[in-house]
Nanobody
């Protein structure tokens, strides 16, 4: 079973940046689409971004387009989410999940991602 760990969350002010990491120890993520999701208190989990395994093509929620960037590390055991120009609405627990799709050229936020980590807290407040 694939084990994922999220890290990088912090308390920041609006307009600042964070980089989240999604890491699998001793295992490559190169054959999986990776999705980032977030959940605010009292709200359902929502998709933020995903990156495909076949071409590293990325998709983003409308609310984060132009501000967030998803990428894979050179060692291919880590996927990053660079978050710039953070807003209070970005506050929540951020999770990453994996979807086995080694040949797919694109990713979808509606895929059935699994192997969720414990999440990392992002708080954007002045």
């Amino acid at each position: 079973q694939l084990q994922l760990v999220e890290s990088g969350g912090d308390l920041v002010q609006p307009g600042e940046s964070l980089r989240l990491s999604c890491t699998a120890s001793r295992m490559t993520l190169g054959y999986y689409a990776i999705g980032w999701f977030r959940q605010a208190p009292g709200k359902e989990r929502e998709g933020v971004s995903c990156i495909s395994a076949g071409t590293n093509s990325a998709n983003y929620a409308d609310s984060v387009k132009g501000r967030f960037t998803i990428s894979r590390g050179r060692a291919y055991n880590t996927v990053y989410l660079q978050m710039n120009s953070l807003e209070p609405e970005d506050t929540g627990v951020y999770y990453c999940g994996a979807f086995w799709s080694p040949r797919s050229p694109i990713c979808s936020m509606n895929s059935r991602y699994d192997n969720w980590g414990q999440g990392t807290q992002v708080t954007v407040s002045s």
